[in-house]
């Protein structure tokens, strides 16, 4: 859902079939001196993961032990992520991303942008993805 008066402002929730739930609430509000922030919290089991712009790390363990790690800088990925891709198409290796997870995330990123531009609530993406896998089966392994 968009907020109406605000179109820099959105909330998406995916509920998955194992019955996960993912949200992501992207906003442009905040402290604009240190750029895009993001802020993860991660729940599985009986555990609890919180990540805090990629600097503070706090993961609260089953058993009530908490792990905390602090980086001075940020550092989200995209050097990396870049040099990766850069090696794939190069042909010096090979994803190490599995073509499922690309598929489902391409799936449900493009239609959660559809679904903001257009106003809907609630799609079933299920079947858009087994047409990928099917389209793709027998090319390459999914």
């Known amino acids: ?3 109406p008066g605000d179109p820099e402002s959105s909330a998406i929730s995916v509920l998955y079939k194992n019955g996960s739930v993912l949200n992501i609430t992207a906003s442009d509000k905040g402290n604009s001196l240190r750029g895009v922030q993001e802020k993860i919290e991660i729940r599985y089991n009986n555990e609890t993961i919180f990540i805090d712009d990629f600097v503070l790390l706090k993961h609260i363990k089953s058993n009530g032990l908490i792990i905390r790690k602090r980086k001075i800088r940020r550092i989200k990925g995209h050097d990396a992520m870049y ?3 850069r090696q794939i198409i190069e042909k010096k290796k090979v ?3 599995p073509v499922h997870d690309l598929i489902n995330t ?3 990123t493009y239609y959660s942008s559809r679904m903001l531009q257009e106003g809907t609530r ?3 993406v299920e079947n858009e993805i087994h047409a ?5 089966r027998g090319v390459i392994s999914v």
């Open 122 to 124: 609630n799609k079933s």
């Open 106 to 108: 391409s799936v449900v």
């Open 95 to 97: 994803s190490c991303y």
């Open 1 to 3: 859902m968009a907020s």
């Open 83 to 85: 040099k990766n891709f």
């Open 132 to 136: 990928f896998y099917n389209m793709i």
